[in-house]
C-alpha cells in the first residue's frame, strides 16, 4: 500500500523528467523570493524587537559579508568581461530575465528585466521607497562584496528594477 502511494507521487511529480527552462526559471525565482522574504521578515523584526539597533546597518552589513564569503567562488576575475560572465549562470538569466548586452574587456553590461527580491517586496506591500531602500541599500552591498576583492574592477547599477523599468549592471575595467 505505502509502495504505491509512493509510486503514484514520484510519477506525479515526474522526479526523473527533464526540466524545462520555464520549471527552472520558476523554482529558482521562487527560492529567490523565499530568501527575500527572510531578509525582510529579519529587517521589520529587528526594527520591532530591537528599535535600539540599527536594522539598515545590520542588514547592509550581513549582505556585505554575504559577497564577501561568495567572491572566491568567482575565480579568476581580471576583467569587466570576466566580472560579468563569472557571476552570471543559466538559472540566474532565466530567473531574473537577464541578458548580457554589452562584453568587452573594458565594459560589460547585463540588463536585468526580473527581480524575485522586488517582486517579493512588492507582494508585501513595501512602499516604493522601502524597495528602493531594500534593494539599493540593503541587497547591493552584497554585489559589491563580490566584486570587492578583483580591484581592477568597478561594479554600477544605472537602474535598478526598484526605481526603474529595468536594472542595469554594468562593470568596468579600471584603468
Not at 24 to 53: C, N
Request: charged share 30%; aromatic share 6%.
Amino acid at each position: 500500500m505505502c509502495t504505491t502511494r509512493i509510486n503514484e507521487y514520484m510519477e506525479k511529480i515526474a522526479l526523473d523528467a527533464p526540466v524545462s527552462p520555464e520549471y527552472l526559471a520558476s523554482a529558482v525565482a521562487g527560492a529567490i523570493k523565499d530568501r527575500a522574504l527572510l531578509f525582510y521578515f529579519t529587517w521589520k523584526t529587528l526594527q520591532d524587537m530591537h528599535p535600539e539597533i540599527d536594522a539598515d546597518a545590520v542588514m547592509a552589513e550581513a549582505s556585505r559579508r554575504l559577497g564577501e564569503y561568495k567572491a572566491p567562488n568567482l575565480g579568476k576575475v581580471e576583467d569587466a568581461e570576466d566580472a560579468v560572465l563569472n557571476q552570471t549562470s543559466k538559472a540566474g538569466m532565466l530567473a531574473f530575465d537577464q541578458e548580457i548586452t554589452k562584453l568587452t574587456p573594458e565594459e560589460s553590461i547585463k540588463v536585468i528585466r526580473r527581480c524575485p527580491h522586488i517582486e517579493a517586496f512588492e507582494e508585501l506591500g513595501c512602499s516604493k521607497e522601502e524597495r528602493i531602500k531594500l534593494c539599493t541599500k540593503l541587497l547591493m552591498p552584497l554585489d559589491f562584496a563580490l566584486l570587492a576583492p578583483y580591484e581592477k574592477v568597478r561594479l554600477e547599477f544605472p537602474k535598478n528594477l526598484a526605481a526603474d523599468d529595468v536594472c542595469v549592471m554594468c562593470t568596468k575595467t579600471a584603468e
